[in-house]
């Protein structure tokens, strides 16, 4: 079978079944393209236009929908149609190969000799194997690919041909984005991709693999009507790109805190039960009175490690504030189902969280570093003004009053010691969080969150939506990121998914080497995940003391 296999990749260009234009590998256009490749950013890439003969691409692309089986992949990082690797069509049997032999040929003559030394003339990358890794991938309407590198194992090039619907705008998405390094001097990409480019049928673009630099991601496809089809694939060298220490998941899996991460506070408690403490004004009335509905919370905790309390607000506080947020998301266009860029938003105290192969999200941080007295507030004079207030007066006055600390202790049966609190927005089209292991809980820890997003809960409770928070073990994350395996995995174990409820608060019991994610928000959604998050250590007599049951039954 090998020696069949050698014989066949040879070099299809001696033969009459050479699918891709001669002119693309012409002397001539080799400078042109190493010339422009040498001079891109912000890292080398390039891009080649009507590299196949139409009617040979409408083949491909007719063989990739009917003949070939893709199955549906979605995790933290990507939701997208992806077949298997196109590797496989070598072994398979004649009848299958003749229906898709376009595509066979195709992957051939990717992966000759001939084609690999133009590719190695152009990016420099010397002696490419032939070793073949490529699949066809179909980004539907809400499919994205989060930023990343592609740095995994012998990849040193990687390319996309794009065999997309016709006249493809910028409009509809699914723009290769590509990543300058941040300012800060540290191995990340920047907040925002400098270039973007459109996946255009019938072209191939391509760009060098290299770790901590070829920061990269694919726009989600905004157009309901549109398609964006793919090959992707690498082509591999004998050995490991130097830095893979540098790597996207080298760094997401490293135990390293982030640098806008917030710090724990020291909590001072008011001694009492929370019936001794006069409930915030904000607060449903039958949450904070309503003994017996204590005790349900307390036994659902106990029993499941999580709740979600879809009225812990007194209902026209709750209607109002969401009506406030609603109008901000239709000011700034996040209603209107489009792409908007990624500094739109930013206002005032509003702070772009990062880096993007991370984490990406708003958070309102209203206090200076001029050691301000904590209750004083910094608004900005905009359109956001109304929706901040009422934001953060309700985390002021429920953070401050004790009563919320005193109630949590209540129906978690924890002792609080510590906590942060973050405002926080996550744009349609724009905003999500990683599982990356600098966020990994290293101790038990109760998270409780205020989910404020807007637009009516049913828009939000299927999940295509996304804005959904996904907890999982480090272990399962890695495991997960290590296979490519999806994280809605059939028989959900190691993870609990809470859905994003406007209005609603959940209250989770976090047992330790846990971590959280917020799902990306689709361009689709009908408007911001606005949130409240408090994150509370607690006190342990001992590190073999026992904790509540429900700190067990979450993962």
């Not at 510590?418 to 990356?436: A, E, K, N, Q």
Request: glycine residues 6%; hydrophobic residues 35%.
């Amino acid at each position: 079978m090998q020696e069949k296999r050698r014989r066949q990749d040879d070099d299809p260009s001696l033969t009459d079944t050479w699918p891709i234009n001669p002119n693309v590998i012409s002397k001539a256009n080799t400078l042109s393209l190493t010339e422009s490749f040498n001079n891109s950013k912000p890292y080398k890439h390039a891009i080649i236009d009507g590299i196949l003969d139409s009617q040979e691409l409408s083949n491909i692309r007719d063989e990739i929908l009917n003949s070939l089986s893709a199955a549906f992949k979605e995790t933290d990082l990507y939701k997208v149609h992806q077949t298997g690797d196109l590797a496989a069509l070598e072994f398979m049997d004649a009848e299958v190969q003749q229906r898709v032999r376009h595509i066979f040929r195709l992957r051939r003559a990717l992966y000759s000799k001939q084609f690999r030394s133009f590719v190695e003339e152009i990016t420099g990358e010397n002696n490419l194997t032939d070793k073949v890794d490529c699949a066809a991938n179909v980004y539907a309407p809400g499919c994205h690919l989060l930023c990343h590198d592609d740095v995994i194992g012998t990849r040193r090039v990687s390319y996309i041909l794009y065999l997309s619907d016709e006249d493809w705008k910028a409009e509809d998405g699914g723009c290769l984005e590509l990543y300058p390094l941040s300012p800060s001097g540290r191995t990340e990409p920047a907040d925002s991709p400098t270039a973007t480019l459109l996946p255009i049928r019938n072209r191939l673009a391509f760009f060098r693999v290299e770790p901590g630099v070829s920061f990269h991601s694919v726009q989600e496809v905004a157009n309901p009507a549109k398609n964006r089809i793919s090959i992707q694939g690498w082509f591999h060298g004998s050995t490991p790109p130097e830095g893979v220490e540098k790597a996207t998941i080298a760094q997401i899996t490293s135990s390293e805190t982030l640098p806008s991460a917030k710090a724990f506070l020291p909590l001072c408690k008011q001694q009492g039960k929370s019936e001794d403490f006069k409930p915030p004004k904000i607060v449903n009335r039958s949450i904070a009175l309503d003994v017996a509905l204590k005790s349900q919370i307390r036994d659902q905790l106990s029993s499941n490690g999580m709740i979600l309390l879809p009225t812990f607000l007194k209902s026209k506080l709750s209607h109002d504030l969401l009506n406030v947020l609603k109008q901000v998301d239709e000011e700034q266009g996040f209603s209107e189902c489009r792409l908007l860029p990624v500094s739109t938003g930013t206002a005032g105290n509003w702070r772009m969280i990062g880096p993007p192969h991370l984490q990406r999200f708003m958070r309102f941080d209203e206090y200076s570093h001029r050691n301000k007295d904590e209750t004083e507030l910094s608004l900005p004079e905009d359109a956001l003004q109304r929706s901040l207030q009422g934001l953060l007066e309700m985390k002021v006055e429920a953070g401050n009053s004790g009563w919320l600390e005193s109630w949590l202790e209540d129906v978690t049966q924890c002792t609080l010691k510590s906590r942060r609190i973050s405002v926080r927005r996550f744009r349609p089209g724009l905003d999500f969080t990683v599982g990356h292991y600098g966020a990994i809980s290293k101790k038990p820890m109760i998270d409780v969150c205020l989910c404020l997003a807007t637009g009516p809960r049913d828009s939000w409770a299927e999940g295509d939506a996304g804005g959904f928070q996904v907890y999982t073990s480090a272990e399962e994350s890695q495991n997960a990121k290590a296979s490519a395996a999806v994280y809605t995995n059939e028989d959900g174990q190691g993870m609990a998914s809470i859905t994003c409820t406007p209005g609603a608060m959940s209250i989770v019991l976090r047992p330790a080497n846990s971590l959280r994610f917020e799902k990306y928000v689709s361009v689709s959604a009908p408007g911001s995940r606005w949130d409240v998050l408090w994150e509370f250590e607690i006190e342990q007599i001992s590190a073999d003391a026992s904790l509540p049951e429900g700190f067990l039954k979450l993962l």
